[in-house]
Protein backbone atom coordinates (compact mmCIF):
# COMPACT_ATOMS: atom_id res chain seq x y z
CA UNK A 1 0.00 0.00 0.00
CA UNK A 2 1.48 3.35 -0.74
CA UNK A 3 0.41 4.94 2.30
CA UNK A 4 0.53 8.57 1.08
CA UNK A 5 -1.76 8.33 -1.73
CA UNK A 6 -4.05 6.47 0.13
CA UNK A 7 -4.15 9.32 2.44
CA UNK A 8 -4.57 12.26 -0.38
CA UNK A 9 -7.23 9.86 -1.69
CA UNK A 10 -9.44 9.87 1.46
CA UNK A 11 -8.53 13.17 2.50
CA UNK A 12 -9.97 14.51 -0.39
CA UNK A 13 -13.06 12.23 -0.76
CA UNK A 14 -14.34 13.23 2.94
CA UNK A 15 -14.30 16.95 1.44
CA UNK A 16 -10.89 17.82 2.41
CA UNK A 17 -8.82 19.41 5.19
CA UNK A 18 -10.82 22.39 5.57
CA UNK A 19 -14.01 19.72 6.24
CA UNK A 20 -12.02 17.84 9.00
CA UNK A 21 -12.72 19.09 12.31
CA UNK A 22 -11.03 16.33 14.14
CA UNK A 23 -8.88 13.30 13.25
CA UNK A 24 -8.49 10.32 15.44
CA UNK A 25 -7.85 6.26 15.04
CA UNK A 26 -8.12 2.93 17.02
CA UNK A 27 -6.64 -0.36 15.98
CA UNK A 28 -8.27 -0.25 12.95
CA UNK A 29 -9.98 2.93 11.97
CA UNK A 30 -9.41 6.59 11.16
CA UNK A 31 -12.47 8.58 12.70
CA UNK A 32 -13.46 11.80 11.07
CA UNK A 33 -15.37 14.05 12.62
CA UNK A 34 -16.52 16.24 9.90
CA UNK A 35 -17.55 20.01 9.78
CA UNK A 36 -20.38 18.60 6.88
CA UNK A 37 -20.88 15.25 6.66
CA UNK A 38 -22.90 15.50 3.35
CA UNK A 39 -19.78 16.56 1.84
CA UNK A 40 -18.01 13.21 1.79
CA UNK A 41 -18.07 10.61 -0.52
CA UNK A 42 -18.76 7.19 0.74
CA UNK A 43 -19.21 5.11 -2.34
CA UNK A 44 -15.68 7.18 -3.62
CA UNK A 45 -14.11 5.80 -0.13
CA UNK A 46 -15.14 2.33 -0.62
CA UNK A 47 -13.01 2.52 -4.04
CA UNK A 48 -9.99 3.62 -2.54
CA UNK A 49 -6.97 0.82 -2.56
CA UNK A 50 -5.86 -0.08 1.54
CA UNK A 51 -10.07 1.24 2.33
CA UNK A 52 -12.16 -2.20 3.63
CA UNK A 53 -15.07 -0.64 4.68
CA UNK A 54 -16.51 2.63 5.73
CA UNK A 55 -18.98 3.31 8.86
CA UNK A 56 -20.78 6.62 9.70
CA UNK A 57 -22.42 6.68 13.17
CA UNK A 58 -21.53 9.76 14.59
CA UNK A 59 -18.21 9.90 13.11
CA UNK A 60 -17.16 9.26 9.53
CA UNK A 61 -15.00 5.90 10.32
CA UNK A 62 -13.03 4.48 7.53
CA UNK A 63 -11.97 1.20 7.84
CA UNK A 64 -8.17 0.61 7.26
CA UNK A 65 -7.08 -2.42 9.12
CA UNK A 66 -3.68 -3.18 10.27
CA UNK A 67 -2.09 -0.42 8.21
CA UNK A 68 -4.11 2.29 9.86
CA UNK A 69 -1.33 3.84 12.09
CA UNK A 70 0.53 4.47 8.67
CA UNK A 71 -1.88 5.61 7.02
CA UNK A 72 -2.64 7.49 9.90
CA UNK A 73 0.68 9.19 9.88
CA UNK A 74 0.79 10.03 6.10
CA UNK A 75 -2.41 11.71 6.85
CA UNK A 76 -1.36 14.31 9.59
CA UNK A 77 1.35 14.90 7.35
CA UNK A 78 -0.89 16.46 4.42
CA UNK A 79 -1.41 20.50 4.67
CA UNK A 80 -3.90 21.41 7.51
CA UNK A 81 -3.86 18.07 8.76
CA UNK A 82 -0.46 18.62 11.03
CA UNK A 83 -2.32 18.93 14.01
CA UNK A 84 -4.64 16.11 13.52
CA UNK A 85 -7.87 18.05 12.07
CA UNK A 86 -8.37 21.36 10.35
CA UNK A 87 -7.17 24.27 12.47
CA UNK A 88 -10.70 26.28 11.87
CA UNK A 89 -13.18 25.02 9.33
CA UNK A 90 -15.58 27.26 8.38
CA UNK A 91 -19.18 26.77 7.29
CA UNK A 92 -21.90 26.01 8.92
CA UNK A 93 -22.38 22.33 10.63
CA UNK A 94 -24.47 19.46 9.47
CA UNK A 95 -27.53 18.48 11.68
CA UNK A 96 -27.09 15.00 12.84
CA UNK A 97 -29.32 12.87 15.04
CA UNK A 98 -29.15 13.22 19.02
CA UNK A 99 -27.77 9.36 18.55
CA UNK A 100 -25.34 10.28 16.31
CA UNK A 101 -24.09 13.07 19.10
CA UNK A 102 -24.00 10.74 21.39
CA UNK A 103 -22.19 7.88 19.70
CA UNK A 104 -19.66 10.45 18.94
CA UNK A 105 -19.26 11.95 22.48
CA UNK A 106 -19.13 8.44 24.33
CA UNK A 107 -16.16 7.45 21.61
CA UNK A 108 -14.55 10.92 22.34
CA UNK A 109 -14.21 10.49 25.95
CA UNK A 110 -14.04 6.39 26.33
CA UNK A 111 -12.07 5.36 23.55
CA UNK A 112 -8.86 7.39 24.94
CA UNK A 113 -9.29 5.63 27.80
CA UNK A 114 -8.66 2.28 26.58
CA UNK A 115 -4.94 1.99 25.99
CA UNK A 116 -4.39 3.43 30.10
CA UNK A 117 -7.02 0.75 31.32
CA UNK A 118 -5.82 -1.94 29.23
CA UNK A 119 -2.27 -1.42 30.16
CA UNK A 120 -2.65 -1.23 33.59
CA UNK A 121 -5.28 -4.22 33.48
CA UNK A 122 -3.43 -6.38 31.89
CA UNK A 123 -0.32 -5.51 33.85
CA UNK A 124 -2.53 -6.54 36.46
CA UNK A 125 -3.43 -10.08 35.60
CA UNK A 126 0.18 -10.91 34.75
CA UNK A 127 1.61 -10.12 38.30
CA UNK A 128 -1.59 -12.37 39.11
CA UNK A 129 -0.02 -14.79 37.20
CA UNK A 130 3.58 -14.75 38.17
CA UNK A 131 2.37 -14.63 41.77
CA UNK A 132 -0.34 -17.93 41.50
CA UNK A 133 2.78 -19.42 39.83
CA UNK A 134 4.96 -18.86 42.91
CA UNK A 135 7.60 -16.76 40.78
CA UNK A 136 6.67 -13.53 42.98
CA UNK A 137 5.28 -12.67 46.02
CA UNK A 138 2.66 -10.40 46.51
CA UNK A 139 4.59 -9.23 49.56
CA UNK A 140 7.49 -8.36 47.54
CA UNK A 141 8.67 -4.82 47.38
CA UNK A 142 8.94 -5.10 43.48
CA UNK A 143 5.70 -6.72 43.28
CA UNK A 144 4.04 -4.00 45.52
CA UNK A 145 5.68 -1.36 42.91
CA UNK A 146 4.18 -2.85 40.07
CA UNK A 147 0.86 -4.27 41.40
CA UNK A 148 0.64 0.16 42.19
CA UNK A 149 1.38 1.19 38.37
CA UNK A 150 -2.45 -0.37 37.92
CA UNK A 151 -3.86 0.75 40.99
CA UNK A 152 -2.98 4.35 40.28
CA UNK A 153 -4.79 4.18 37.05
CA UNK A 154 -8.10 3.21 38.53
CA UNK A 155 -7.37 5.39 41.68
CA UNK A 156 -7.08 8.32 39.67
CA UNK A 157 -9.50 7.31 36.82
CA UNK A 158 -11.89 10.22 37.36
CA UNK A 159 -9.10 12.63 36.43
CA UNK A 160 -8.54 10.77 33.31
CA UNK A 161 -12.05 11.16 32.36
CA UNK A 162 -12.13 14.76 32.97
CA UNK A 163 -9.17 15.34 30.60
CA UNK A 164 -11.09 13.08 28.23
CA UNK A 165 -14.34 14.64 28.75
CA UNK A 166 -12.40 18.17 28.88
CA UNK A 167 -10.86 17.38 25.41
CA UNK A 168 -13.77 16.18 23.38
CA UNK A 169 -16.12 19.54 24.68
CA UNK A 170 -12.87 21.68 24.51
CA UNK A 171 -12.85 22.99 27.76
CA UNK A 172 -9.50 23.52 29.33
CA UNK A 173 -8.42 20.41 30.23
CA UNK A 174 -6.18 21.36 33.09
CA UNK A 175 -8.87 23.65 34.81
CA UNK A 176 -11.19 20.06 33.95
CA UNK A 177 -8.84 18.16 36.19
CA UNK A 178 -8.64 20.90 38.74
CA UNK A 179 -12.28 20.46 39.29
CA UNK A 180 -12.52 17.04 39.38
CA UNK A 181 -9.42 16.74 41.85
CA UNK A 182 -11.54 17.31 45.20
CA UNK A 183 -13.25 14.03 44.51
CA UNK A 184 -10.22 12.00 45.06
CA UNK A 185 -8.43 14.54 47.30
CA UNK A 186 -7.54 12.22 49.99
CA UNK A 187 -7.60 15.43 52.74
CA UNK A 188 -11.00 16.08 51.74
CA UNK A 189 -11.84 12.60 51.38
CA UNK A 190 -11.20 11.87 55.17
CA UNK A 191 -13.28 14.89 56.44
CA UNK A 192 -16.33 13.90 54.38
CA UNK A 193 -16.09 10.51 55.57
CA UNK A 194 -15.52 11.67 59.38
CA UNK A 195 -16.57 13.79 60.79
CA UNK A 196 -18.67 15.14 57.80
CA UNK A 197 -18.49 18.51 55.37
CA UNK A 198 -21.29 20.81 54.17
CA UNK A 199 -20.89 23.54 51.66
CA UNK A 200 -23.28 26.85 52.44
CA UNK A 201 -24.88 24.32 54.91
CA UNK A 202 -25.67 21.69 52.34
CA UNK A 203 -24.35 17.99 53.62
CA UNK A 204 -21.32 16.53 50.84
CA UNK A 205 -22.28 13.30 50.37
CA UNK A 206 -19.29 10.77 50.87
CA UNK A 207 -19.26 8.31 47.99
CA UNK A 208 -16.02 6.66 46.96
CA UNK A 209 -15.45 8.39 43.50
CA UNK A 210 -11.77 6.14 43.34
CA UNK A 211 -11.96 4.37 39.40
CA UNK A 212 -15.57 5.83 38.61
CA UNK A 213 -16.46 7.20 35.39
CA UNK A 214 -19.71 9.28 35.66
CA UNK A 215 -19.28 11.73 38.30
CA UNK A 216 -16.53 13.67 36.63
CA UNK A 217 -18.28 13.20 32.99
CA UNK A 218 -21.12 15.25 34.35
CA UNK A 219 -18.47 17.92 36.39
CA UNK A 220 -17.04 18.49 32.82
CA UNK A 221 -19.96 19.13 31.49
CA UNK A 222 -21.43 21.78 33.70
CA UNK A 223 -18.06 23.63 33.51
CA UNK A 224 -18.17 23.86 29.98
CA UNK A 225 -21.47 25.78 30.77
CA UNK A 226 -19.09 27.90 33.29
CA UNK A 227 -16.35 28.35 31.16
CA UNK A 228 -18.16 29.71 28.35
CA UNK A 229 -20.44 32.00 30.43
CA UNK A 230 -17.55 33.95 32.24
CA UNK A 231 -15.45 33.84 28.89
CA UNK A 232 -18.09 35.61 27.33
CA UNK A 233 -18.92 38.48 30.58
CA UNK A 234 -14.99 38.52 31.58
CA UNK A 235 -12.79 41.63 30.79
CA UNK A 236 -10.18 40.36 28.34
CA UNK A 237 -7.56 41.80 30.32
CA UNK A 238 -8.35 39.78 33.86
CA UNK A 239 -9.84 36.48 31.72
CA UNK A 240 -6.95 34.58 31.92
CA UNK A 241 -6.55 33.96 35.83
CA UNK A 242 -10.88 35.07 36.27
CA UNK A 243 -12.32 32.53 33.91
CA UNK A 244 -11.09 29.29 35.35
CA UNK A 245 -11.44 31.04 39.29
CA UNK A 246 -14.97 31.44 39.00
CA UNK A 247 -16.03 28.18 37.01
CA UNK A 248 -13.71 26.35 39.30
CA UNK A 249 -15.35 28.33 42.73
CA UNK A 250 -18.89 27.59 40.79
CA UNK A 251 -18.33 23.94 39.58
CA UNK A 252 -17.17 22.21 42.29
CA UNK A 253 -19.32 23.10 45.33
CA UNK A 254 -21.96 21.69 42.60
CA UNK A 255 -19.59 18.74 42.09
CA UNK A 256 -19.53 17.86 45.39
CA UNK A 257 -23.06 18.14 46.59
CA UNK A 258 -24.92 17.31 43.50
CA UNK A 259 -22.92 16.36 40.12
CA UNK A 260 -21.00 13.77 41.67
CA UNK A 261 -23.41 12.08 43.46
CA UNK A 262 -26.01 11.96 40.36
CA UNK A 263 -23.16 10.28 38.37
CA UNK A 264 -21.82 7.96 41.06
CA UNK A 265 -25.36 6.54 41.28
CA UNK A 266 -25.90 6.89 37.54
CA UNK A 267 -23.39 4.54 36.82
CA UNK A 268 -25.01 2.25 39.19
CA UNK A 269 -28.20 2.30 37.71
CA UNK A 270 -26.71 2.08 34.10
CA UNK A 271 -24.18 -0.52 35.42
CA UNK A 272 -26.84 -2.37 37.23
CA UNK A 273 -29.65 -2.48 34.52
CA UNK A 274 -26.86 -4.65 32.26
CA UNK A 275 -26.05 -7.02 35.11
CA UNK A 276 -29.83 -7.40 35.81
CA UNK A 277 -30.12 -8.40 31.94
CA UNK A 278 -27.05 -10.92 32.69
CA UNK A 279 -28.35 -12.10 35.94
CA UNK A 280 -31.94 -12.53 34.33
CA UNK A 281 -31.02 -14.82 31.37
CA UNK A 282 -27.55 -15.71 32.21
CA UNK A 283 -25.74 -17.40 29.61
CA UNK A 284 -28.17 -16.97 26.84
CA UNK A 285 -27.39 -13.39 27.91
CA UNK A 286 -23.75 -13.89 27.06
CA UNK A 287 -24.70 -15.99 23.68
CA UNK A 288 -26.64 -13.44 22.33
CA UNK A 289 -24.62 -10.62 23.10
CA UNK A 290 -21.55 -12.54 21.28
CA UNK A 291 -23.75 -13.19 18.20
CA UNK A 292 -24.89 -9.56 18.06
CA UNK A 293 -21.17 -8.15 18.06
CA UNK A 294 -20.58 -8.76 14.39
CA UNK A 295 -23.37 -6.44 13.54
CA UNK A 296 -22.43 -4.38 16.16
CA UNK A 297 -18.82 -3.84 15.51
CA UNK A 298 -19.30 -3.63 11.79
CA UNK A 299 -21.74 -0.08 12.80
CA UNK A 300 -19.48 1.01 15.22
CA UNK A 301 -22.20 0.46 18.03
CA UNK A 302 -20.13 -1.93 20.31
CA UNK A 303 -18.86 1.53 22.02
CA UNK A 304 -21.78 2.18 24.41
CA UNK A 305 -20.05 -0.71 25.87
CA UNK A 306 -17.44 1.23 26.92
CA UNK A 307 -18.84 3.14 29.41
CA UNK A 308 -20.41 0.07 31.56
CA UNK A 309 -17.19 -2.28 31.15
CA UNK A 310 -14.71 0.32 32.07
CA UNK A 311 -17.02 1.47 35.37
CA UNK A 312 -17.95 -2.17 36.15
CA UNK A 313 -14.27 -3.56 36.04
CA UNK A 314 -13.14 -0.30 37.66
CA UNK A 315 -15.32 -0.76 40.60
CA UNK A 316 -15.61 -4.78 40.86
CA UNK A 317 -12.00 -5.42 39.51
CA UNK A 318 -14.51 -7.73 37.05
CA UNK A 319 -16.71 -7.84 34.14
CA UNK A 320 -18.77 -10.97 33.20
CA UNK A 321 -20.40 -10.28 30.22
CA UNK A 322 -19.24 -7.93 27.31
CA UNK A 323 -15.60 -9.35 27.77
CA UNK A 324 -16.44 -12.80 27.82
CA UNK A 325 -19.10 -12.41 24.45
CA UNK A 326 -16.00 -10.51 22.81
CA UNK A 327 -13.96 -13.57 23.37
CA UNK A 328 -16.55 -15.81 21.46
CA UNK A 329 -16.53 -13.59 18.47
CA UNK A 330 -12.95 -12.45 18.39
CA UNK A 331 -11.97 -16.12 17.83
CA UNK A 332 -15.11 -16.99 15.56
CA UNK A 333 -14.25 -14.43 13.31
CA UNK A 334 -10.42 -15.93 13.26
CA UNK A 335 -11.67 -19.63 12.70
CA UNK A 336 -14.35 -18.22 10.09
CA UNK A 337 -11.36 -16.61 8.12
CA UNK A 338 -8.60 -19.54 8.60
CA UNK A 339 -11.85 -22.15 6.99
CA UNK A 340 -12.26 -19.69 3.97
CA UNK A 341 -8.68 -19.27 3.39
CA UNK A 342 -8.46 -23.14 3.37
CA UNK A 343 -11.63 -23.48 0.62
CA UNK A 344 -11.48 -20.55 -1.40
CA UNK A 345 -9.56 -20.13 -4.44
CA UNK A 346 -9.00 -16.72 -4.94
CA UNK A 347 -5.76 -15.60 -4.28
CA UNK A 348 -7.19 -12.10 -3.19
CA UNK A 349 -9.76 -13.21 -0.96
CA UNK A 350 -7.67 -15.99 0.58
CA UNK A 351 -4.51 -13.22 1.01
CA UNK A 352 -7.30 -11.38 2.79
CA UNK A 353 -8.51 -13.89 4.90
CA UNK A 354 -5.53 -15.12 6.21
CA UNK A 355 -4.35 -11.72 6.83
CA UNK A 356 -7.75 -10.79 8.78
CA UNK A 357 -8.05 -14.48 10.78
CA UNK A 358 -4.67 -13.19 12.48
CA UNK A 359 -5.41 -10.26 13.50
CA UNK A 360 -8.61 -11.69 15.12
CA UNK A 361 -6.72 -14.46 16.73
CA UNK A 362 -5.32 -11.16 18.49
CA UNK A 363 -8.11 -9.54 19.03
CA UNK A 364 -8.87 -7.10 16.39
CA UNK A 365 -11.78 -8.38 14.22
CA UNK A 366 -12.40 -5.39 11.31
CA UNK A 367 -10.21 -6.39 8.63
CA UNK A 368 -12.50 -10.03 9.35
CA UNK A 369 -15.50 -7.99 8.99
CA UNK A 370 -15.02 -6.12 6.79
CA UNK A 371 -12.47 -7.47 4.31
CA UNK A 372 -15.04 -10.96 4.33
CA UNK A 373 -17.71 -11.65 6.91
CA UNK A 374 -20.24 -8.87 6.20
CA UNK A 375 -19.56 -9.31 2.25
CA UNK A 376 -20.08 -13.56 2.55
CA UNK A 377 -23.85 -14.66 3.98
CA UNK A 378 -21.75 -18.28 4.13
CA UNK A 379 -18.92 -16.51 6.31
CA UNK A 380 -21.73 -14.57 8.63
CA UNK A 381 -23.04 -17.64 9.47
CA UNK A 382 -19.86 -19.32 10.30
CA UNK A 383 -19.09 -16.45 12.48
CA UNK A 384 -22.29 -16.60 14.21
CA UNK A 385 -22.23 -20.53 14.69
CA UNK A 386 -18.82 -20.23 16.41
CA UNK A 387 -19.85 -16.95 18.64
CA UNK A 388 -23.11 -18.74 19.57
CA UNK A 389 -21.19 -21.73 20.79
CA UNK A 390 -18.38 -19.90 22.47
CA UNK A 391 -20.32 -17.43 23.99
CA UNK A 392 -23.04 -20.15 25.61
CA UNK A 393 -20.01 -21.69 27.52
CA UNK A 394 -18.50 -19.13 28.56
CA UNK A 395 -22.23 -18.11 29.97
CA UNK A 396 -22.53 -20.82 31.32
CA UNK A 397 -19.13 -21.16 33.41
CA UNK A 398 -19.58 -17.89 34.84
CA UNK A 399 -16.09 -16.79 32.71
CA UNK A 400 -15.21 -13.24 33.29
CA UNK A 401 -12.31 -10.74 32.10
CA UNK A 402 -10.19 -9.01 34.59
CA UNK A 403 -8.63 -6.44 32.11
CA UNK A 404 -10.62 -4.05 29.67
CA UNK A 405 -9.04 -5.14 26.36
CA UNK A 406 -9.49 -6.98 22.89
CA UNK A 407 -9.70 -10.39 24.15
CA UNK A 408 -7.32 -12.45 21.97
CA UNK A 409 -4.58 -15.02 22.13
CA UNK A 410 -2.07 -12.03 23.19
CA UNK A 411 -4.52 -11.19 25.96
CA UNK A 412 -5.50 -13.99 27.41
CA UNK A 413 -4.08 -13.35 30.86
CA UNK A 414 -6.99 -10.84 31.44
CA UNK A 415 -8.91 -13.91 32.53
CA UNK A 416 -7.05 -14.89 35.60
CA UNK A 417 -8.61 -15.04 38.43
CA UNK A 418 -6.62 -15.57 41.83
CA UNK A 419 -9.95 -16.69 43.16
CA UNK A 420 -11.00 -19.28 40.64
CA UNK A 421 -8.20 -20.69 38.98
CA UNK A 422 -10.89 -22.26 36.57
CA UNK A 423 -11.62 -18.98 34.92
CA UNK A 424 -8.66 -19.29 32.35
CA UNK A 425 -9.26 -22.65 31.96
CA UNK A 426 -13.06 -22.24 31.03
CA UNK A 427 -12.11 -18.91 29.15
CA UNK A 428 -9.79 -21.04 26.92
CA UNK A 429 -12.67 -23.92 26.37
CA UNK A 430 -14.68 -21.13 24.95
CA UNK A 431 -11.46 -19.55 22.64
CA UNK A 432 -11.44 -23.27 21.00
CA UNK A 433 -14.36 -23.95 20.59
CA UNK A 434 -15.09 -20.77 19.04
CA UNK A 435 -12.61 -21.06 17.06
CA UNK A 436 -12.98 -25.09 15.79
CA UNK A 437 -16.77 -24.25 15.50
CA UNK A 438 -16.78 -21.70 13.23
CA UNK A 439 -13.32 -23.38 11.43
CA UNK A 440 -15.84 -26.16 10.65
CA UNK A 441 -18.47 -24.34 9.78
CA UNK A 442 -16.74 -22.48 6.65
CA UNK A 443 -14.92 -25.06 5.46
CA UNK A 444 -18.52 -27.22 5.44
CA UNK A 445 -20.58 -23.99 4.11
CA UNK A 446 -17.68 -21.87 1.64
CA UNK A 447 -18.30 -21.77 -1.86
CA UNK A 448 -16.54 -19.59 -4.30
CA UNK A 449 -19.77 -19.34 -6.20
CA UNK A 450 -21.74 -17.77 -3.90
CA UNK A 451 -19.41 -15.54 -2.68
CA UNK A 452 -20.03 -11.54 -2.98
CA UNK A 453 -16.26 -11.13 -2.63
CA UNK A 454 -15.24 -13.45 -5.64
CA UNK A 455 -17.62 -12.26 -7.45
CA UNK A 456 -16.80 -8.62 -7.08
CA UNK A 457 -13.12 -9.46 -7.83
CA UNK A 458 -13.74 -10.78 -10.95
CA UNK A 459 -15.95 -8.12 -12.01
CA UNK A 460 -13.24 -6.13 -11.29
CA UNK A 461 -10.87 -7.96 -12.73
CA UNK A 462 -12.61 -8.97 -16.12
CA UNK A 463 -12.45 -5.74 -18.25
CA UNK A 464 -9.18 -4.50 -17.56
CA UNK A 465 -8.12 -7.95 -19.13
CA UNK A 466 -10.22 -7.41 -21.62
CA UNK A 467 -8.88 -4.11 -22.10
CA UNK A 468 -5.15 -4.81 -20.86
CA UNK A 469 -3.10 -2.83 -23.73
CA UNK A 470 -5.56 0.37 -23.62
CA UNK A 471 -5.13 0.06 -20.21
CA UNK A 472 -1.49 -0.18 -19.45
CA UNK A 473 -0.96 2.88 -22.32
CA UNK A 474 -3.28 5.21 -20.25
CA UNK A 475 -1.34 3.87 -17.11
CA UNK A 476 1.94 4.75 -18.72
CA UNK A 477 0.74 7.97 -20.07
CA UNK A 478 -0.60 9.51 -16.62
CA UNK A 479 2.43 8.45 -15.34
CA UNK A 480 5.03 9.34 -17.49
CA UNK A 481 7.60 11.92 -16.40
CA UNK A 482 9.97 13.72 -18.47
CA UNK A 483 13.75 15.75 -17.28
CA UNK A 484 12.57 19.72 -16.70
CA UNK A 485 13.87 22.62 -15.41
CA UNK A 486 11.36 24.50 -12.68
CA UNK A 487 11.87 28.16 -12.26
CA UNK A 488 11.17 29.82 -8.78
CA UNK A 489 8.36 30.82 -8.13
CA UNK A 490 9.28 33.73 -5.64
CA UNK A 491 12.03 36.53 -5.59
CA UNK A 492 13.74 35.95 -2.02
CA UNK A 493 16.40 32.88 -0.55
CA UNK A 494 16.83 29.82 -1.26
CA UNK A 495 17.66 27.37 1.48
CA UNK A 496 17.67 23.59 1.95
CA UNK A 497 14.54 21.90 2.67
CA UNK A 498 16.33 20.12 5.63
CA UNK A 499 16.76 23.76 7.37
CA UNK A 500 12.80 24.37 7.32
CA UNK A 501 11.35 24.47 10.81
CA UNK A 502 8.84 22.00 10.62
CA UNK A 503 9.69 18.60 10.79
CA UNK A 504 7.36 17.53 7.83
CA UNK A 505 9.21 19.21 5.65
CA UNK A 506 12.52 18.78 6.57
CA UNK A 507 12.29 15.47 6.99
CA UNK A 508 11.03 14.84 3.31
CA UNK A 509 7.91 13.18 4.05
CA UNK A 510 5.67 15.01 1.70
CA UNK A 511 9.21 14.80 -1.13
CA UNK A 512 12.25 16.51 -2.38
CA UNK A 513 12.66 20.11 -3.14
CA UNK A 514 13.91 23.29 -1.60
CA UNK A 515 12.61 26.46 0.36
CA UNK A 516 12.53 30.15 -0.55
CA UNK A 517 12.03 33.20 2.48
CA UNK A 518 10.14 35.15 -0.34
CA UNK A 519 10.79 39.00 -0.01
CA UNK A 520 8.04 39.81 -2.51
CA UNK A 521 4.53 38.22 -2.41
CA UNK A 522 3.79 36.97 -5.36
CA UNK A 523 3.73 33.60 -6.36
CA UNK A 524 4.68 32.40 -9.86
CA UNK A 525 3.89 29.36 -11.54
CA UNK A 526 7.22 26.92 -11.83
CA UNK A 527 6.75 25.38 -14.56
CA UNK A 528 3.92 24.97 -17.70
CA UNK A 529 1.61 23.09 -15.69
CA UNK A 530 -1.87 22.38 -14.68
CA UNK A 531 -3.15 23.54 -10.98
CA UNK A 532 -4.62 20.44 -9.43
CA UNK A 533 -5.76 22.13 -6.26
CA UNK A 534 -5.85 25.55 -4.43
CA UNK A 535 -6.47 25.01 -1.06
CA UNK A 536 -9.35 26.20 0.23
CA UNK A 537 -7.41 28.20 3.31
CA UNK A 538 -5.34 29.46 0.12
CA UNK A 539 -2.17 28.76 1.53
CA UNK A 540 -0.87 26.23 -0.57
CA UNK A 541 -1.10 25.31 -4.02
CA UNK A 542 -0.17 22.07 -5.83
CA UNK A 543 0.50 21.75 -9.56
CA UNK A 544 1.15 18.77 -11.78
CA UNK A 545 3.55 20.06 -14.73
CA UNK A 546 3.45 19.23 -18.18
CA UNK A 547 6.67 17.16 -17.77
CA UNK A 548 5.31 14.93 -15.06
CA UNK A 549 6.36 16.50 -11.89
CA UNK A 550 3.73 16.95 -9.04
CA UNK A 551 4.80 20.39 -7.19
CA UNK A 552 3.21 21.51 -3.92
CA UNK A 553 4.61 25.53 -3.04
CA UNK A 554 3.22 25.85 0.55
CA UNK A 555 3.17 29.62 1.74
CA UNK A 556 4.52 29.61 5.65
CA UNK A 557 4.30 27.45 8.10
CA UNK A 558 1.11 26.39 10.08
CA UNK A 559 -0.46 29.40 7.77
CA UNK A 560 -3.73 27.18 7.15
CA UNK A 561 -4.55 28.84 10.56
CA UNK A 562 -5.12 32.12 9.10
CA UNK A 563 -7.77 30.50 7.31
CA UNK A 564 -7.19 32.46 4.01
CA UNK A 565 -6.59 36.23 5.34
CA UNK A 566 -3.20 37.08 3.80
CA UNK A 567 -3.93 35.08 0.61
CA UNK A 568 -5.50 36.07 -2.31
CA UNK A 569 -5.94 33.75 -5.24
CA UNK A 570 -5.19 34.44 -8.84
CA UNK A 571 -5.83 31.01 -10.45
CA UNK A 572 -8.74 27.84 -10.19
CA UNK A 573 -8.37 24.43 -9.84
CA UNK A 574 -7.67 22.70 -12.97
CA UNK A 575 -6.80 25.84 -14.79
CA UNK A 576 -3.35 25.90 -17.25
CA UNK A 577 -0.82 28.43 -16.28
CA UNK A 578 2.43 28.82 -17.81
CA UNK A 579 5.98 29.39 -16.24
CA UNK A 580 6.26 32.28 -14.72
CA UNK A 581 2.33 33.35 -14.57
CA UNK A 582 1.08 35.01 -11.37
CA UNK A 583 -0.95 32.36 -9.26
CA UNK A 584 -1.10 33.83 -5.65
CA UNK A 585 -0.83 37.09 -3.95
CA UNK A 586 0.59 37.15 -0.01
CA UNK A 587 0.40 39.53 2.32
CA UNK A 588 4.31 38.65 4.01
CA UNK A 589 3.62 41.28 6.19
CA UNK A 590 0.32 40.07 7.78
CA UNK A 591 1.60 36.61 8.02
CA UNK A 592 4.45 37.62 10.30
CA UNK A 593 2.86 39.91 12.30
CA UNK A 594 0.34 36.99 12.70
CA UNK A 595 3.29 35.14 14.46
CA UNK A 596 3.81 32.96 11.59
CA UNK A 597 7.47 31.53 9.72
CA UNK A 598 7.28 33.49 5.92
CA UNK A 599 9.51 30.02 5.11
CA UNK A 600 7.80 28.39 1.47
CA UNK A 601 8.78 24.94 0.76
CA UNK A 602 8.60 24.04 -2.80
CA UNK A 603 8.36 20.23 -2.90
CA UNK A 604 8.24 17.69 -5.61
CA UNK A 605 5.32 15.68 -4.45
CA UNK A 606 6.45 12.69 -6.78
CA UNK A 607 10.98 13.16 -6.35
CA UNK A 608 10.93 9.71 -6.12
CA UNK A 609 11.19 9.42 -9.83
CA UNK A 610 13.68 12.33 -10.02
CA UNK A 611 17.15 13.29 -9.44
CA UNK A 612 17.16 17.06 -8.09
CA UNK A 613 19.71 19.41 -8.72
CA UNK A 614 19.71 22.64 -6.88
CA UNK A 615 20.10 25.33 -9.48
CA UNK A 616 19.94 28.74 -8.05
CA UNK A 617 22.27 30.37 -5.13
CA UNK A 618 21.23 31.86 -1.79
CA UNK A 619 19.04 34.33 -3.89
CA UNK A 620 16.95 34.16 -6.49
CA UNK A 621 13.93 35.97 -8.66
CA UNK A 622 10.86 34.99 -9.47
CA UNK A 623 11.49 32.93 -12.44
CA UNK A 624 15.06 32.75 -12.06
CA UNK A 625 15.92 29.12 -12.37
CA UNK A 626 15.70 26.73 -9.42
CA UNK A 627 15.61 23.41 -9.71
CA UNK A 628 16.60 20.80 -12.27
CA UNK A 629 14.65 17.07 -12.37
CA UNK A 630 16.16 14.61 -14.47
CA UNK A 631 14.36 11.00 -14.39
CA UNK A 632 15.96 8.29 -12.56
CA UNK A 633 15.78 4.51 -14.29
CA UNK A 634 13.82 1.77 -12.92
CA UNK A 635 16.33 0.34 -10.91
CA UNK A 636 17.26 3.76 -9.48
CA UNK A 637 13.47 4.09 -8.76
CA UNK A 638 13.26 0.98 -7.15
CA UNK A 639 15.88 1.51 -4.76
CA UNK A 640 14.66 5.22 -4.12
Known amino acids: M ?65 NVVEVYQALRKLPGLTGGGAAAASGPKAKRSWGAVLVDFIVGVFQPLIPAIAGAGVLKSLLLLVSSLGWMSTKSDTYVVLSSIADATFFFLPLMVAGTTATKLGVNRLVAIAACAPLVLPSLTALIKEPGLSVFGILITNVPYNSQVFPSLLIVLFLAVMERFWTRVSPKPIRIFFVPMMSLLITVPVGLVALGPLGYNLGLVFTGAILWVFSTFGWVATMLLAMALPFLVSLGMHKPF ?7 YSTTGAEPLYLPASLAHNIAESGTMFGVAVRTKNGDVRSTAVSAGISALFGITEPA ?69 SLAASLLFWKDSDSASVEAIQERTAPQAHSAPQASETAAAATDVADSELVSPLTGTVIPLSQVPDAVFAGGALGDGVAIVPSVGVVHAPADATVVTVFESKHAITL ?97
Open 306 to 312: LPYAINQ
Open 2 to 66: DYDKTAAAILDQVGGASNVGALEHCSTRLRFTLVDGGKADVDALKKIPGVMGVVSAGQLQVVIGN
Open 544 to 640: RADSGAEILIHVGLDTVKLQGAPFEPLVVNDQHVTAGEPLLKVDLEAIKQAGYDITTPVVVLNSARYGLTPLADAEVEAGGALLALTVKGEADVALS
Open 369 to 437: LYGVTIQNKRALWSVLIGAGLGGAYVGLTHVSGFAVVGPGLASMSMFIDPTNPMNIVNAFIGFGIAFVA
